[in-house]
């Protein structure tokens, strides 16, 4: 239906355009390691063809044997604090937004937005397990000391300190 809206002569302005931006490449600083750039590079791919980039196609761009993430989760944010990439996480994946051209990979299919990032909610605003059982403590402390007088305790029935 698009194609029909416009002429034929724009159809190929259209086309050739679109392959120009996905041929393109961003420059990127000078000094980064190879694999940085080949991160960036598989992000840059991903982003101009509109595809979701997964944690497992990352790493093998990287070229490392860590299967946890950590690397691959230290080079991305490596990448933002160069101003190449920006980042928008959700609680199963992520969507990378090249800086330079704008484009955005797919984002994941869970679209669920991660927890550290909710509005209003922070792990600070739940009652830390110190502070449960310090009132714990409170409120089951017994003075079991014996009275001066009758050297009987207060919580067993003494008459001149009751407690």
């Not at 080949?38 to 595809?51: D, K, M």
């Not at 869970?110 to 449960?132: D, E, F, L, N, Q």
Request: with cysteine.
């Amino acid at each position: 239906m698009f194609m029909m809206a416009i002429g034929d002569g724009q159809v190929g302005a259209v086309k050739r355009e679109r392959k120009r931006r996905a041929l393109s490449l961003v420059p990127v600083p000078d000094g980064m390691r190879d694999n940085h750039v080949a991160a960036f590079r598989c992000i840059e791919a991903a982003a101009n063809a509109g595809l979701y980039v997964s944690r497992d196609e990352l790493t093998a761009a990287i070229g490392t044997d860590n299967v946890g993430g950590s690397t691959q989760a230290w080079v991305c944010r490596l990448l933002e604090r160069l101003g190449l990439i920006d980042t928008i996480r959700y609680q199963r994946g992520r969507q990378f937004i090249v800086l330079a051209t704008g484009a955005k990979t797919a984002p994941p299919r869970c679209m669920k937005p991660h927890w550290r990032t909710v509005p209003g909610r922070s792990p600070a605003s739940a009652p830390s397990i110190t502070t449960y059982r310090e009132a714990r403590k409170v409120a089951m402390y017994v003075d079991r000391t014996p009275c001066a007088w009758c050297g009987t305790r207060g919580d067993v029935g003494c008459r001149h300190n009751p407690r």
